[in-house]
């Protein structure tokens, strides 16, 4: 089992910065990759950003240039930092953890950040 706790979230202004951290414990040791996930009210949740145990990154195409995750091995964390935000990066930021064998994805509880114009 692995458990993922997030924080960070928050309310900011346009153009503003937020980090979000994601704290692993349990068997980290099965994960693959680690990613961030948003959802708004009425939509599907969206990949943001992921990254590999071995580092290699993702993003949508949509938070490029602006958010950067990022991993910290010794304390097990994974970070999204968020800078130059938009009114339309609110939603609710959920961590996954990706186990390859058997395939399995863990979830945190999300946390909310709200960017206002």
């Known amino acids: 089992q692995v458990q993922l706790v997030e924080s960070g979230g928050g309310l900011v202004q346009a153009g503003g910065s937020l980090r979000l951290s994601c704290a692993a414990s349990?068997?980290?040791?099965?994960?693959?990759?680690m990613g961030w996930y948003r959802q708004t009210p009425g939509k599907q949740r969206e990949l943001v950003a992921v990254?590999?145990?071995?580092?290699?990154?993702n993003y949508a195409d949509s938070v490029k240039g602006r958010f950067t995750i990022s991993m910290d091995n010794a304390k097990n964390t994974v970070y999204l930092q968020m800078n130059s935000l938009k009114p339309e990066d609110t939603a609710v930021y959920s961590c996954?953890?990706?186990?390859?064998?058997?395939?399995?994805?863990?979830w945190g509880q999300g946390t909310q950040v709200t960017v206002s114009s």
């Open positions: 996954k953890a990706h186990r390859f064998r058997p395939p399995y994805d863990y």
């Open positions: 349990g068997i980290i040791l099965s994960i693959n990759d």
């Open positions: 990254i590999t145990i071995g580092g290699s990154t």
